[in-house]
Every structure is written in C-alpha cells, then in structure tokens.
C-alpha cells in the first residue's frame, strides 16, 4: 500500500501570541501558521490588530504571551527572544523606507554588503529585472512613481533571500487604477521567488486576489482561517463574512431546520428553533419566480452592476444585478442562492 505523503511543515508557525499597549489588547491569543511558498493574507479593519501581530512576527514587538517558531527554532517564547535581524524575516514597510541618496540599484544592493561587489551589483540587478525595473537602476527614489518605489523595496527585501517575507499595507500609498497593475507584478514576483509571504491588508478584494492562504482577524483575535474560496463562501460568523465584502444581514426565524426571512429560505441545519440572523451577499439576492415578493425602494448603477435595494416586510436587502434592473416602486419576486447564504443563531456583533 502506498503511503500518504507527509504533510509539509509550516515556515512559521505562532502559538498564543497575547500582546497589551496599557492595559488595552491588541492581540488575543492569536495562532497563526504561514505555509512555505505561499502567500498568506492577514486581512481585518483598522485597530483590529494585525499591525501588531505582523510586528511581533518580525521582532519588532515582544509578545506578552505565547511563542512563535520558525525553522525548528525558537524566535520568541519563554527561553527568550531572537533579535529581529538575525531572524531570517525582510520586512516592506507601507512608506517602502527607500534611501533618498541612494539609486534603485544601490538601495537593492544596500543589504548585500557581505557579498563581493560584482556579485552584489549583480543580484540587484537581477531583483529589479524580477520586478520588472531592470532599466531603472539608476533612477533616484523621488523619480519613481509609487508603485515603482513599492517595488524596488520589495527587490531589496528579496535580494537578501530571506526565508520568510512581510508585507505591510503594500498597495495602502498607492492611486486606486494603479493598484491592480502593481499587484499583478508583486504577485508574481513572489511568486516567482518562491518566497512564504504574510500580506497585512485591510483590503478584501487584495486579500482575495493575493492569497493561498486568507486569516481573518477581528477585535485581536484570527476569527477564521482557510482557503479565500472557503472564507467568502463559507464564513464562520457574520463579522468573517463582512470583512470580505458587503453583505446583508436579515432577520430569520428557524423552524425545523430552515431559516424563514421576508425575501426568502435559507437552510439552517443545526441551528435551534427560534430567532436567527441570515448573512447572503448581494449578488446571492435573485429575481425569479418562487419566490418571495418585494418591492424595489432606489436603483443605482455600479458600473459592472446595478445596485436594486428591496424593501420587504419592514425589512431591507441589497441585490446586485447585471442586467437591466426594474424600477424604483417596481413590486418583484427574489429568492436567496443558497450557496451564497449563511444563517448564524444571533444578530452580529458590529465591526
């Protein structure tokens, strides 16, 4: 019989991390697991604390509690804690930290000292050739554009080889129609390094387009983790599911194992009988028959969607529609996609 193959070992592996600026917690008991090769997304709203668990994977931060490993050793823990410099971690900062006197190519070279200068100059260059600013080397920082600082300092932290690579807020400087050209080029530079990447966003829509691996991280604590796939179709509450993308959330009563809401039913196996919330994404709202009636109360144009707000037994839902939509008044029949709904057994705490 053949056997299974072994599972693979994390790069990083964080157990616990408990992390309090006066009394106040910034980090709850956080385990996170960062797989080698891939790129992990650690995604959640400003103050949630992801900042703080990013720096207390580089050593930037002691953790009050907990232990984080890497390796096979021991970075931070009871038996002490490794400085942040012989970690084996690079770090992007969100202003990239460019020397301002220093080409692109000197500032890609300036972490290479312990190399010879001809094969220092070399590897530069060759990282700025990955992120595509090969004819740039001699470009000074404040001839760059944004996305173009962004991506010499991520030639300089990949230059190094480190073993683990952070990313915070990388996209946050940067003009709305740059981003997705950046990213695009980000990605596949790290991915063509093979670099174990955590990416610290606020950005949902990054996050999804980025990952292999999504966390999910609300009030200090990781509130789910998994494939982005699992974490949008399958949130573990309604705070998980409104990180990553609107949502509405409807008031429900479970009955038997189905969850009745004024614009239709949900599955809600497992859940007690009585009150309940139903989470289902805008476009999990349908026009079609079957259904339950509601009227149409504004209609937007969203550009690659109308936005339709329906209004129901006192009750309002945001749908996403395609194509032409009906008009403001217009009484319609919808019903809700069951793969894009969820019922949880309590209204949702508010981010």
């Not at 410099?85 to 020397?99: K, M, N, S």
């Not at 999804?208 to 999910?216: P, Y």
């Amino acid at each position: 019989m053949t056997e299974a193959p072994a599972a693979i070992a994390p790069a990083l592996i964080a157990r616990g991390l408990v992390k309090a600026y006066g009394g106040r917690p910034a980090v709850i008991d956080a385990d996170l697991h960062l797989r080698p090769g891939q790129i992990t997304c650690l995604l959640g709203p400003s103050g949630c604390g992801k900042s703080t668990l990013l720096r207390l994977v580089a050593g930037l931060e002691t953790p009050d509690a907990g232990e984080i490993e890497a390796g096979g050793r021991l970075l931070s823990g009871p038996g002490g804690v490794v400085a942040p410099e012989v970690r084996g971690i690079g770090l992007v900062f969100q202003d990239y930290a460019l020397f301002p006197h220093m080409t692109a190519l000197q500032n890609v070279a300036f972490g290479l000292r312990d190399l010879p200068r001809v094969e220092r100059r070399a590897r530069a260059q060759a990282m700025l050739d990955q992120v595509r600013l090969g004819a740039r080397g001699g470009a000074w920082p404040h001839t760059l554009s944004g996305g173009e600082q962004q991506r010499v300092a991520l030639a300089r932290a990949l230059a190094r080889r480190p073993d683990i690579l952070l990313l915070d807020e990388p996209f946050s400087g940067l003009d709305a129609h740059l981003k997705g050209e950046v990213r695009l080029s980000l990605t596949e530079a790290l991915r063509a390094a093979g670099a174990t990447v955590l990416v610290v966003t606020h950005d949902a829509r990054e996050a999804l387009l980025m990952a292999d691996h999504l966390v999910l991280m609300h009030g200090g604590r990781i509130i789910q983790s998994g494939v982005p796939r699992a974490c949008y179709l399958d949130p573990a509450s309604p705070d998980a599911a409104r990180l990553l993308g609107e949502v509405n959330l409807i008031e429900a009563v479970v009955a038997g194992g189905v969850a009745r809401t004024a614009f239709g039913d949900v599955a809600a196996q497992g859940l007690a009988d009585g009150p309940a919330v139903v989470m289902v994404r805008p476009e999990g709202v349908r026009l079609g028959p079957g259904g339950a009636s509601a009227q149409v109360a504004q209609v937007r144009f969203g550009g690659g969607y109308h936005e339709v707000q329906l209004e129901a037994r006192g009750q309002r839902a945001q749908m996403h529609l395609a194509a032409d939509p009906p008009g403001p008044g217009d009484t319609v029949t919808v019903r809700i996609d069951p793969d894009l709904a969820r019922a949880f057994p309590r209204a949702p705490a508010t981010l």
